[in-house]
């Protein structure tokens, strides 16, 4: 009775969400929103595996062996292309406002301009 | 608010959100129990009905791959983004910072790196066109390998100087090999179209499984999958290098 | 049960790794921690088996991320303090 990764999405969820909080500095942000997603793939990953099976890769192995599920597999897949693209778009947003404001330092962005 | 007045109103929310997660996971079966049906169709039909034998590929280019379609559209959404953000816009001065300093320069990079850069462009590109056309076969495919893929252009970058790399990479290049690797994912929908079926319905011969032809569709979007990722990610990542490398220029 | 081990133990890791993603306040070195969670996050999908997430993992979350982190800081560097 395996309960651990349930656990781990959760505890990465809640420190990537307190580093999220409590950031002074917004590139740092983006990585603990990395870290907040991450706890997506843990989960997934809980979710697929199956005791005792198999890649699902049916190469040199009989095609009727008890694999783990290739589907969320699948969305896991989708999951880390969507972090690199919420990635490289927020990281894109940090710099424009740090061309704007002269810092990253969201406690001092206080001040909003058109 | 204080940052000390924050902190705490964090950490009882925190706990909160720890006693939901609690009673969420708490229904779940044990690790390694998840019991799911669509899992144990997908492995029964993909080598047998579909000639696939990575089933990871034929639920993403084949069984879901509208899907997939609009997630390779994310990426490209997400790049264009990126491009309007980096773009220098016209109030903006031309760039001023201490390595423009007089009497600094700045330093090359060593030896070591630029040899290993070297060496390691033409096997990364290998690399990556390997994963991109194994994909139905083996673990990889589009995604991957086209991140692979974009990875030989940061390579050159580190091992050539300014006027090499501009010679040898081309915005104009990754752009054509994005827009085309996403026309090609929509023009395969269309052949099924085409053919009688629906909206990229796999319609082609199956060929032998285990082969490089096999999964009819598959590869050909594999291989658009694979240029559009390519594409995406060097561009996003030329336009970030862009203004560092004109510094280098001077 | 040798296999279970090994679960547990990357499991830890990885929860460990995240951690000290967050709890490295400097975004230069929180660049190569992201690279080498990244990494553990590949390592874990391995374990689990999932070599197509796995594949996937090491090449955007070790490699393409952490490049892109340090690209944006160099710019970030480059635009001066007050602009």
């Given at each position: 009775?395996?309960?651990?990764?349930?656990a781990?999405?959760?505890?990465?969820?809640?420190?990537?969400?307190?580093?999220?909080?409590?950031?002074?500095?917004?590139?740092?942000?983006?990585?603990?929103?990395?870290?907040?997603?991450?706890?997506?793939?843990?989960?997934?990953?809980?979710?697929?595996?199956?005791?005792?099976?198999?890649?699902?890769?049916?190469?040199?192995?009989?095609?009727?062996?008890?694999?783990?599920?290739?589907?969320?597999?699948?969305?896991?897949?989708?999951?880390?292309?969507?972090?690199?693209?919420?990635?490289?778009?927020?990281?894109?947003?940090?710099?424009?406002?740090?061309?704007?404001?002269?810092?990253?330092?969201?406690?001092?962005?206080?001040?909003?301009?058109? | 608010?204080?940052r000390?007045?924050?902190?705490?109103?964090?950490?009882?929310?925190?706990?909160?959100?720890?006693?939901?997660?609690?009673?969420?996971?708490?229904?779940?079966?044990?690790?390694g129990?998840?019991?799911?049906?669509?899992?144990d169709?997908?492995?029964?039909?993909?080598?047998?009905?579909?000639?696939?034998?990575?089933a990871?590929?034929?639920?993403?280019?084949?069984?879901?791959?509208?899907?997939?379609?609009?997630?390779?559209?994310?990426?490209?959404?997400?790049?264009?983004?990126?491009?309007?953000?980096?773009?220098?816009?016209?109030?903006e001065?031309?760039?001023?910072?201490?390595?423009?300093a007089?009497?600094?320069?700045?330093?090359?990079?060593?030896?070591?790196?630029?040899?290993?850069?070297?060496?390691?462009?033409?096997?990364?590109?290998?690399?990556?066109?390997?994963?991109?056309?194994?994909?139905?076969?083996?673990?990889?495919?589009?995604?991957?390998?086209?991140?692979?893929?974009?990875?030989?252009?940061?390579?050159?970058?580190?091992?050539?100087?300014?006027?090499?790399?501009?010679?040898?990479?081309?915005?104009?290049?990754?752009?054509?090999?994005?827009?085309?690797?996403?026309?090609?994912?929509?023009?395969?929908?269309?052949?099924?179209?085409?053919?009688?079926g629906?909206?990229?319905?796999?319609?082609?011969?199956?060929?032998?499984?285990?082969?490089?032809?096999?999964?009819?569709?598959?590869p050909?979007?594999d291989?658009?999958?694979?240029?559009?990722?390519?594409?995406?990610?060097?561009?996003?990542?030329?336009?970030?290098?862009?203004?560092?490398?004109?510094?280098?220029?001077? | 049960m040798?296999?279970?081990?090994?679960?547990?133990?990357?499991?830890?890791?990885?929860?460990?790794?995240?951690?000290?993603?967050?709890?490295?306040?400097?975004?230069?070195?929180?660049?190569?921690?992201?690279?080498?969670?990244?990494?553990?996050?590949g390592?874990m999908?391995?374990?689990?088996?999932?070599?197509?997430?796995?594949?996937?993992?090491?090449?955007?979350?070790?490699?393409?991320?952490?490049?892109m982190?340090?690209?944006?800081?160099?710019?970030?560097?480059?635009?001066?303090?007050?602009?």
């Open positions: 009775m395996n309960y651990l990764p349930y781990v999405a959760a505890w990465l969820f809640l420190v990537g969400l307190y580093g999220v909080t409590s950031s002074r500095n917004l590139i740092h942000l983006i990585m603990c929103v990395g870290v907040i997603q991450s706890s997506s793939y843990v989960l997934l990953l809980a979710i697929g595996y199956r005791v005792g099976g198999v890649a699902p890769v049916f190469v040199d192995i009989p095609a009727n062996s008890r694999a783990v599920d290739p589907v969320v597999q699948a969305l896991m897949l989708t999951d880390i292309v969507v972090e690199v693209a919420v990635t490289a778009l927020l990281l894109g947003l940090a710099v424009q406002v740090h061309k704007r404001h002269g810092t990253l330092n969201p406690d001092r962005l206080t001040k909003i301009s058109g | 608010m204080t000390k007045v924050r902190r705490v109103f964090i950490l009882i929310s925190a706990a909160a959100l720890a006693w939901v997660f609690f009673l969420a996971y708490r229904p779940l079966p044990p690790l129990f998840v019991h799911s049906q669509y899992g169709l997908v492995n029964a039909i993909t080598v047998p009905e579909r000639h696939i034998t990575d990871v590929s034929a639920v993403n280019f084949d069984v879901r791959a509208f899907d997939t379609l609009g997630e390779e559209f994310i990426l490209f959404t997400s790049v264009m983004g990126v491009l309007v953000l980096m773009r220098r816009q016209s109030d001065p031309a760039g001023h910072h201490e390595d423009k007089p009497g600094r320069t700045v330093p090359p990079a060593s030896d070591a790196v630029r040899v290993t850069a070297l060496l390691l462009v033409a096997p990364a590109m290998l690399f990556g066109l390997y994963i991109v056309v194994h994909g139905q076969v083996s673990p990889g495919g589009g995604f991957q390998g086209g991140v692979i893929l974009a990875s030989a252009p940061v390579l050159v970058y580190l091992c050539s100087e300014y006027a090499e790399f501009r010679r040898v990479l081309s915005m104009r290049l990754a752009e054509v090999s994005e827009a085309a690797g996403a026309a090609t994912y929509i023009l395969m929908g269309l052949v099924s179209l085409g053919l009688g629906m909206f990229l319905e796999n319609l082609l011969p199956l060929g032998r499984s285990g082969t490089l032809t096999s999964g009819g569709m598959v050909f979007i291989v658009g999958v694979g240029l559009e990722v390519g594409g995406g990610l060097s561009l996003a990542l030329l336009a970030y290098l862009e203004e560092l490398v004109e510094e280098k220029e001077q | 040798s296999e279970s081990i090994l679960g547990n133990a990357i499991l830890l890791f990885v929860a460990a790794a995240g951690t000290s993603v967050v709890f490295t306040r400097d975004p230069t070195s929180q660049a190569i921690v992201v690279s080498f969670y990244g990494l553990l996050l390592i999908f391995l374990v689990f088996r999932a070599p197509d997430v796995a594949l996937s993992q090491i090449a955007i979350g070790a490699l393409a991320l952490p490049l982190i340090l690209l944006a800081l160099a710019r970030v560097k480059k635009q001066g303090p007050k602009s």
